[in-house]
C-alpha cells in the first residue's frame, strides 16, 4: 500500500525557516517524481514544486523560487522542502504527491498533509 | 502559466441526479504527438486531501465508481457524475499537467439540494 507521511509543519514566524518532510512507501520512490502541493486555509490547490526521480530535476511555482528548495533522499524514502524567508501567504496545509515515471503526469497518491503557519 | 477555470463554484443537485462541472483552459493541453489530453480530475472531501478520479482527460482511476466519467478536449473539459450519491459531497478540482507549473482550477463545490 503507497503511503505518504508528512511531518515538519508548525507556527513561525515571518522571515524564517522551516523543513518540512515526506515519508514514501509502498513503492519504489526512487523511480517517480515527487511534488508538494499546498492549500490555504480555505483556499483551493496550489502546485508548489517537483523533483525528477534522482533530483537531477526541479521546478518551482514562482511565488516560492529563490525562497524553497525541494530534495529528495532516495536512500531514505524521503522527500524535503525547505522553506526559508516565509511569509504570511506561505501559510498553507503542505502535501506531498506521488507523479509519475515521467513528469507530465497526474498526482495520483498523496498524504495526509502538514499545517505550516507563518504569523508573529 | 495556463489558466484552469471550472464553472460553476458551487452546485447543488438532487440525489440520483446528474451533475456536471465544466473546466476551461487558457490554452490547449493536448499534446498532438500522442494524442492526449494532460488534463485531470480530483475529489476533495472536508479534511482529506484530493483524491484522483480521472486522468488523460477520460481515463478512471482504479477503483473510483462509473458514475464519474470525463470528456472534453484541447481547452474545454467536463466531469459528469451521472448519479448523484451522498459520499459525492465534495469539492472538485481540474489540474491540467501539459507543463509547469501545473495549475488547478479554483474547485467547484458540489452539495445535495
Known amino acids: 500500500e503507497v503511503q505518504l507521511v508528512e511531518s515538519g509543519g508548525g507556527l513561525v514566524q515571518p522571515g524564517g525557516s522551516l523543513r518540512l518532510s515526506c515519508a514514501a512507501s509502498?513503492?519504489?520512490?526512487?523511480?517517480?517524481?515527487m511534488s508538494w502541493v499546498r492549500q490555504a486555509p480555505g483556499k483551493g490547490l496550489e502546485w508548489v514544486a517537483n523533483?525528477?526521480?534522482?533530483?537531477?530535476?526541479?521546478y518551482y511555482v514562482a511565488s516560492v523560487r529563490g525562497r524553497f528548495t525541494i530534495s529528495r533522499d532516495n536512500a531514505k524514502n524521503s522527500l524535503y522542502l525547505q522553506m526559508n524567508s516565509l511569509r504570511a501567504e506561505d501559510t498553507a496545509v503542505y502535501y506531498c504527491?506521488?507523479?509519475?515515471?515521467?513528469?507530465?503526469?497526474?498526482?495520483?497518491?498523496w498524504g495526509q498533509g502538514t499545517l505550516v503557519t507563518v504569523s508573529s | 502559466d495556463i489558466v484552469m477555470t471550472q464553472s460553476p463554484d458551487s452546485l447543488a443537485v438532487s440525489l440520483g441526479e446528474r451533475a456536471t462541472i465544466n473546466c476551461k483552459s487558457s490554452q490547449s493541453v493536448l499534446y498532438s504527438s500522442n494524442n492526449k489530453n494532460y488534463l485531470a480530475w480530483y475529489q476533495q472531501k472536508p479534511g482529506q486531501p484530493p483524491k484522483l478520479l480521472i486522468y488523460?482527460?477520460?481515463t478512471r482511476e482504479s477503483g473510483v465508481p462509473d458514475r464519474f466519467s470525463g470528456s472534453g478536449s484541447g481547452t474545454d473539459f467536463t466531469l459528469t457524475i451521472s448519479s448523484l450519491q451522498t459520499e459525492d459531497v465534495a469539492v472538485y478540482y481540474c489540474?491540467?499537467?501539459?507543463?509547469?507549473?501545473?495549475?488547478f482550477g479554483q474547485g467547484t463545490k458540489l452539495e445535495i439540494k
Open positions: 489540474q491540467q499537467y501539459f507543463n509547469t507549473p501545473y495549475t
Open positions: 509502498g513503492f519504489t520512490f526512487s523511480d517517480y517524481w
Open positions: 488523460w482527460a477520460s
Open positions: 523533483i525528477k526521480e534522482v533530483g537531477s530535476e526541479k
Open positions: 504527491a506521488r507523479v509519475g515515471v515521467i513528469q507530465l503526469w497526474p498526482h495520483d497518491y
